[in-house]
C-alpha cells in the first residue's frame, strides 16, 4: 500500500498540479494587490464613495457611522463589502482572461508557424548527389 501511494505522489501529474497550485496562489496574490493597490483607489477616487463602509444596521442598537464600530454595536447586513468583493471579482475574471486570451494568442502563432523544411530521407540525398557528379563528369 505504501508502495502505491509513493507511486501515486510521485507521478508528474501530480507534482505539476501541486506546482500549479503553488503558483496559482501567488499569481492570485499579485492579481490581488493589482485590484486592492491600483484599481479600486481609482474607482474610489472617481466615485468619491468607500464600499467598504456601505451597511444596515439589522437592530436598533446600530447606529455607528463606520462598519467595525456598527458590527460591536450588533448584527449589521455590509452590503458594501459585498459589493467591493463582486467588483474584485470582476475584475480578477477580466484580468486573468486578458492573460489566457494572450497565452491563445502565442500558441496559435507558434501553431501557425510553419514548420522547418525536412532533410530528404538518405537514400535520396545519396542518389542526387550521384546525378551532380554525373553531370560534372559530362560537362
Same mark, same amino acid.
Given at each position: 500500500?505504501? &508502495? ?7 507521478? +508528474? *501529474?501530480?507534482?505539476?498540479? /501541486? %506546482?500549479?497550485?503553488? $503558483?496559482? =496562489? ?44 456598527? &458590527? ?7 452590503? +458594501? *463589502?459585498?459589493?467591493?468583493? /463582486? %467588483?474584485?471579482?470582476? $475584475?480578477? =475574471? ?46
Amino acid at each position: 500500500m505504501l &508502495k502505491e501511494f509513493k507511486e501515486f505522489a510521485l507521478k +508528474g *501529474n501530480v507534482i505539476d498540479l /501541486a %506546482i500549479g497550485v503553488v $503558483i496559482g =496562489a501567488s499569481f492570485g496574490r499579485i492579481v490581488d494587490s493589482l485590484v486592492q493597490d491600483i484599481i479600486m483607489p481609482f474607482i474610489g477616487a472617481l466615485g468619491g464613495v468607500d464600499f467598504s463602509n456601505y451597511f444596515f444596521g439589522l437592530n436598533r442598537a446600530v447606529t455607528a457611522p463606520v462598519l467595525d464600530e456598527a &458590527k460591536k454595536q450588533g448584527a449589521v447586513l455590509a452590503y +458594501g *463589502n459585498f459589493v467591493t468583493v /463582486a %467588483i474584485n471579482f470582476l $475584475i480578477i =475574471a477580466f484580468v486573468l482572461f486578458l492573460v489566457v486570451k494572450g497565452i491563445n494568442q502565442l500558441k496559435r502563432k507558434a501553431e501557425a508557424a510553419p514548420p522547418p523544411p525536412a532533410a530528404p530521407p538518405a537514400d535520396v540525398a545519396l542518389l542526387t548527389e550521384i546525378r551532380d557528379l554525373l553531370k560534372q563528369k559530362n560537362a
